[in-house]
Nanobody, 122 residues
C-alpha cells in the first residue's frame, strides 16, 4: 500500500504565495511521475505541474512563470511553490504519483492524496 500525504495550502490574498508539499510512503519500489492537480468548484480536475517519468516538468499554461515544482527524490517528496496567486487559482490541490509497488510483479499504480484547499481572495 502507498500513501500520499500533502501539507500546506490555506488562505492567501491575491498576489501572495503559498507552498505545498507531498510525501509518498509505503511499499514503493520506484516512482515514475509525481505532481500536482487541482479542482475548482464545479470544474474538472486539471493538471497544474508534474514531473514526468523522464524527469522533465510539465506546467499548465495558466501557472507558467508563477508556480514552480521541485522534488527531493530521496524523500519521495514533491513541492509546489505558488507565487503571484490569483483568485482563479482557488481550488483543492491534489498530489498524484505513479508508483511501482514492491511485489513479485512490480506493477505500477496511480495514487492520489487527500487534497488540500487553496483559497485566494481578491
Amino acid at each position: 500500500q502507498v500513501q500520499l500525504v500533502e501539507s500546506g495550502g490555506g488562505l492567501v490574498q491575491a498576489g501572495g504565495s503559498l507552498s505545498l508539499s507531498c510525501t509518498a510512503s509505503g511499499s514503493i519500489f520506484s516512482i515514475n511521475g509525481m505532481g500536482w492537480y487541482r479542482q475548482a468548484p464545479g470544474k474538472q480536475r486539471e493538471l497544474v505541474a508534474v514531473f514526468t517519468s523522464g524527469g522533465s516538468t510539465n506546467y499548465a499554461d495558466s501557472v507558467k512563470g508563477r508556480f514552480t515544482i521541485s522534488r527531493d527524490i530521496a524523500k519521495n517528496t514533491v513541492y509546489l511553490l505558488m507565487n503571484s496567486l490569483k483568485p482563479e487559482d482557488t481550488g483543492v490541490y491534489y498530489c498524484n504519483a505513479d508508483v511501482v509497488v514492491v511485489g513479485p510483479r512490480l506493477l505500477q499504480y496511480s495514487y492520489w492524496g487527500q487534497g488540500t484547499q487553496v483559497t485566494v481572495s481578491s
